[in-house]
């Protein structure tokens, strides 16, 4: 079975927060960084497309695809995020780097899911360039 970058897919980044959540859901939320939709097209060895955060959050992105060969990984890619001018994202820049999750040969109905991190490159809003967080994104149906 061959990874399929392109689609759309459900993102969620989070904190990367040592401290145990215990069951608590206010916690749990915290460690949430951000979440939105990628839509993602690939074509030559490049991905492109956009996360729509929503109320007019949306970052546009490319980068390359890179075919992987041995172990588990398929793909690697690396996008960089930009914000798009006259919008609430204006100035913004994340990078991101992943890779295909893990497909269990033994899984029951697992939904096809890429993992990876994404690191604040350009400060905005108060937040210093940096920071790092972690991200799944899995793919919608």
């Keep these: 079975m ?12 989070y904190r990367n927060d040592t401290t145990l959540v215990d069951g608590n859901a206010d ?3 915290k460690n949430i960084f ?6 993602l097209a690939v074509s030559n060895g490049k991905v492109t497309g956009t996360l729509d955060m929503g109320s007019g959050y949306v970052l546009d992105l490319s980068g390359p695809v890179v075919p992987v060969s041995g172990g588990d990984v398929r793909i690697a890619f690396m996008m960089i995020g930009t914000g798009r001018p006259g919008t609430p994202t204006a100035g913004w820049e994340y990078d991101y780097h992943g890779t295909d999750a893990f497909t269990w040969p033994k ?9 990876g991190s994404v690191l604040r ?5 108060g937040s210093p ?7 799944i994104a ?3 149906t």
Aim: hydrophobic content about 40%.
């Design 2 to 13: 061959s990874f399929q970058l392109q689609g759309r897919w459900t993102y969620r980044s």
């Design 27 to 29: 916690k749990a939320l």
């Design 34 to 39: 951000g979440e939105g939709i990628f839509m």
């Design 107 to 115: 899984g029951i109905d697992q939904v096809p899911a890429f993992v």
């Design 121 to 125: 490159a350009k400060p905005h809003d």
């Design 129 to 135: 360039a940096g920071y790092v967080a972690s991200f």
């Design 138 to 140: 899995v793919k919608q």
